[in-house]
């Protein structure tokens, strides 16, 4: 891949990281969520990462330099599928016949450190686009 | 009084050539090598340079800095041809003018 | 004009957007699992006299943390910079260079 295909890499790192962001804010904004459209406590969600291959817009197919890993692309998102946190608040309105409401499981210290790692990242691959597309505009000037 | 008159010599062409021709070479064909030197760099590096512009606009992964490289020298390799083509052209011109 | 040291300078910025590209994905997969840091081995690739695309390798003496990913993010970053840098210096030589030559054409013009 040419130094164009680069900036796709790049690319790629970001919406990833975006899409982790996301889901990200999400479980932090739902930490005391106890009741959902689909019954239950808020359940987090988990974004996982995987290599892809990724050409530049304006590559061919017979683009022979087009390396299997480059780019990185979300395979799957996960909802946790662990028990929820039950507490004891008898007085809740959503409390079950013991007095136990479920909370959802999940530690907003670590998604508020991971939200942290997202965002430096993005900028990260922010960065190497930048520096990317400088180098390509040099060899532009080569052109007096 | 009547002096020797010896029959007209053909001019050596050539050696009227070189002291403006400045290339240094012994025989006429040292211009016709050159300036056939100067044609081949010119359809070689153009032809790269054509070749180069169309695997970068075919997307097939052709760097940028490659191709901008490649149409410099082509650039640079016809001002040489232009160069020793009007060399030849002044010397020719200089003979023309020469009073035989 | 097909000097070999403009074939050098190019080797070198060919070499310097190889390297780059394998940054760009290492950025990219910094939370991918699994995904192990690549390189290629500049000098030995420069002192080569093989053209072609530079082999991409693995890199050692980097911390795998536990998810199998072992992109360390401060040598991404000088790798980025260091790498864009150099590739403005060799395009200057390459300018200069090339206008070099092309005043020696002119030069001849006037003779």
Not at chain 1, 94 to 119: I, K
């Amino acid at each position: 891949m040419s130094l164009f295909a680069a900036l796709s890499v790049g690319a790629s790192g970001m919406s990833a990281q975006r899409v982790r962001a996301e889901a990200l804010t999400e479980n932090l904004a739902n930490s005391e969520t106890t009741r959902t459209p689909d019954g239950g406590p808020y359940r987090r969600k988990d974004v996982v990462f995987q290599s892809a291959p990724v050409g530049s817009p304006f590559s061919s197919v017979f683009d022979t330099q087009m390396q299997s890993v480059g780019g990185v692309q979300v395979a799957d998102v996960v909802t946790d599928t662990s028990a929820p946190e039950m507490r004891y608040m008898p007085g809740h309105p959503d409390a079950n016949s013991e007095g136990y409401v479920a909370y959802p499981h999940m530690n907003p210290a670590e998604d508020m450190v991971d939200l942290m790692g997202a965002a430096r990242n993005y900028e990260a691959n922010v960065a190497a686009m930048n520096a990317v597309k400088d180098m390509i505009q040099k060899s532009i000037d080569l052109l007096h | 009084m009547s002096f020797p008159v010896s029959g007209i010599s053909g001019i050596n062409i050539t050696d009227a050539i070189r002291p403006i021709a400045g290339v240094g070479q012994s025989s006429s064909s040292g211009f016709q090598d050159a300036l056939n030197s100067a044609i081949q760099k010119v359809e070689s590096t153009g032809n790269e340079a054509s070749a180069s512009v169309e695997r970068f606009l075919g997307g097939e992964g052709e760097e940028l800095h490659t191709t901008v490289l490649a149409t410099q020298r082509a650039e640079m390799s016809f001002d040489m041809f232009q160069q020793v083509r009007n060399k030849m052209v002044g010397a020719y011109q200089e003979i023309m003018k020469m009073q035989i | 004009m097909l000097d070999s040291l403009s074939g050098d300078i190019e080797r070198y910025m060919d070499l310097l957007s190889a390297r780059q590209k394998l940054v760009a994905s290492n950025i990219a997969n910094a939370d991918t699992p699994g995904y192990r840091t690549q390189d290629i081995d500049f000098q030995s690739e420069f002192a080569s006299a093989m053209g072609g695309a530079p082999r991409a390798n693995a890199v050692s003496g980097l911390a795998i943390k536990n998810d199998g990913n072992n992109v360390d993010m401060d040598r991404e970053a000088r790798l980025l910079s260091e790498n864009a840098l150099r590739f403005s210096v060799a395009s200057n030589l390459m300018r200069g260079h090339i206008q070099m030559v092309k005043s020696a054409i002119k030069e001849g013009a006037g003779s």
